[in-house]
């Protein structure tokens, strides 16, 4: 397979590119992440989900450790070539590793962040061995 697709993308100084997870049925947003040139490319072949973690410095395949696995629908460039998105199947219903839906749980309520979705999930029984489980 040709790698023209992937020099189309414009990566930043550190090789990377933000890549936002969205739900392919309903559209909501699950969570933003970044992918650099290997992590896309692996999306592609195993169609899942995997991304760049800058706090470990490598690669992460979403669920790996909670088995919350990302399913690729389809990969969406935007108009600038500068942000991934992708449109995924989230497995076991929980993206964020609050143990929540997505990561976008919490509304602006004047000056303060409230959070406003449920905890599915409680953290502690999603991870056992993760030392940084946001990367999750």
């Known amino acids: 397979m040709s790698e023209l697709w992937l020099d189309q993308v414009k990566w930043n100084n550190d090789g990377l590119v933000p890549a936002i997870a969205q739900d392919h049925k309903s559209g909501h947003i ?3 992440a970044w992918m650099n040139r ?3 490319q692996l999306t592609v072949q ?3 989900g995997i991304y760049w973690s800058r706090s470990r ?3 992460w395949r979403k669920g790996e450790e909670s088995g919350h696995v990302q399913q690729l629908h389809e990969i969406r460039l935007d108009c600038d070539g ?11 219903g929980i993206a964020c590793h609050t143990g929540r ?3 976008f749980y919490s509304v602006l309520d004047g000056a303060h962040w409230i959070p406003v979705d449920p905890v599915l999930k409680e953290p502690g029984s999603i991870y056992k061995k993760s030392e940084n489980p946001a990367d999750e």
């Open 57 to 59: 410095q490598k690669l």
């Open 101 to 103: 839906a997505s990561c």
């Open 30 to 32: 699950l969570m933003v």
């Open 38 to 40: 290997e992590a896309l």
């Open 46 to 48: 195993e169609q899942r």
């Open 82 to 92: 500068d942000v991934i998105l992708l449109q995924v199947e989230q497995l076991g």
